[in-house]
């Protein structure tokens, strides 16, 4: 079991008259829906489906931070989940670059009960591939595993060492865990603040090549290729890192991707404004970078859209760009921004960005898949597609507001989410 959450009965409740797409069944249309104990134990045609309302399968987030332990003033479990719920999301998995990092078992049993008293969603959690993400020497994969451990991942900072990676890639076969990573060349990036291109040179900011990310990718995928293991390459940014992955995939590895909403709506250019809600880790890229992305995403190089959820205290961005913390949060605005900004103005289609988000990362990661059908456990969202509403901080459940959306007005709103049979959010 990997992911972990109070042990609580299902609800029962009925949905009438929405549109129910689910594009793991093959099902698209105007639905009654009946839920009973957390199962759903009828779908029944109906007539015309509500004006805007639509159930689809809720959403799975394969990369999220939740500052446990360490920074509960930015986030915690309760606060954390409660903020995917909002999202329309059924399950999450934490990454472990907290204080202290999660390469012990101390530490992932310590949050593992922590998240059965507190998650509102299921949850899991994972630990580190090098003690203290220091990239020297491997944690206790194994014993991880058999605690709880969803995965492996040094997020926030790169495998550096080539042969730990190899020896992380044979050990992650005996724990049957799948390594994630942060792509990065260190002497590459250096200490860039943002994408290097024009718009750095303008602003006088360092600038973070993309061959930075693409490098570090052809790397790990080659020696992915020689012991044959699967991977899942985090974050992807540039033209170059889809190429990657895409040739190598082409190659027979089994690597799989993800990509963050910010990365598919905004590109550097945002970065004019000086606005510290626009500084991320890896940086935003060109409009050629972003076309990329987005074609990925239809072609299947990229499996996963995953936030990059990364709360930060207000002091932490209300500073200068150069010493601004990177990240921003997404989880309860993430379907909302993709809706408004790209199947609304058609660089995506509704299903794909639904499997995306859902069927996609569950797959990756083997978590239970999100599935609208008789006698599936209950994992949906309920979304008004015709709602409007306003980005605002003091909206936010998440302990955090570095949000890139605010101010902004958003098409679609989290009606309802069901997690596990249970009503986790209702607005």
């Known amino acids: 079991m990997t992911l972990f959450w109070p042990d609580r009965p299902g609800d029962s409740l009925a949905i009438r008259s929405a549109r129910v797409l689910d594009p793991a069944t093959g099902i698209d249309g105007a639905f009654d829906v009946t839920i009973e104990d957390g199962v759903i134990t009828s779908l029944v045609a109906a007539a015309e489906p509500a004006h805007g309302l639509l159930l689809a399968p809720a959403f799975v987030d394969p990369h999220v931070h939740l500052r446990v332990p360490g920074r509960e003033d ?179 590895v089994a690597v799989t991707a993800e990509v963050s909403p910010h990365h598919l709506c905004l590109t550097d250019e945002t970065v004019r404004t000086l606005d510290t809600n626009y500084k991320m880790n890896p940086p935003l890229r060109s409009e050629d970078d972003r076309q990329a992305l987005i074609e990925g995403l239809r072609d299947g190089t990229i499996a996963c859209i995953a936030t990059d959820h990364a709360p930060h205290a207000r002091h932490e961005k209300e500073t ?76 936010f459940r998440s302990r955090s507001a570095n949000s890139w959306l605010l101010g902004e007005t958003l098409h679609g709103a989290i009606v309802k989410t069901i997690a596990n049979g249970r009503v986790v959010h209702a607005a």
């Open 320 to 395: 200068p760009f150069e010493e601004a913390a990177f990240g921003v949060t997404g989880l309860e605005t993430s379907f909302a921004a993709i809706y408004t900004f790209l199947v609304e103005t058609g660089e995506l289609d509704l299903d794909l960005v639904l499997e995306r988000m859902s069927t996609g990362p569950a797959r990756v990661f083997g978590l239970p898949v999100p599935r609208i059908a008789v006698g599936e456990r209950a994992n949906l969202a309920l979304i008004d597609l015709d709602a409007d509403w306003r980005v605002t901080e003091d909206g």
């Open 74 to 252: 930015e986030e915690t479990i309760a606060t954390g989940t409660a903020a995917a719920a909002a999202g329309g999301y059924c399950a999450i998995l934490a990454m472990p670059n907290t204080d202290p990092v999660v390469d012990s078992a101390a530490v992932l049993g310590a949050l593992i009960e922590l998240a059965r008293e507190d998650a509102v969603i299921p949850t899991g959690f994972m630990a580190s591939i090098s003690k203290g993400q220091r990239g020297e020497e491997l944690t206790e994969m194994v014993e991880l595993a058999r605690l709880g451990a969803a995965g492996f991942t040094d997020d926030g900072f790169p495998v550096v060492s080539a042969g730990l990676m190899q020896r992380a890639l044979q050990y992650s076969a005996v724990a049957g865990r799948l390594l994630t990573l942060h792509e990065e060349e260190p002497t590459l990036s250096r200490d860039g603040q943002m994408n290097e291109g024009p718009v750095s040179a303008a602003l006088g900011l360092a600038g973070w090549p993309s061959v930075a990310e693409s490098v570090m990718i052809e790397r790990d995928c080659s020696i992915a290729a020689y012991l044959q293991r699967p991977l899942h390459i985090m974050h992807l940014t540039a033209r170059e890192s889809v190429s990657a992955v895409r040739a190598a995939q082409a190659r027979g």
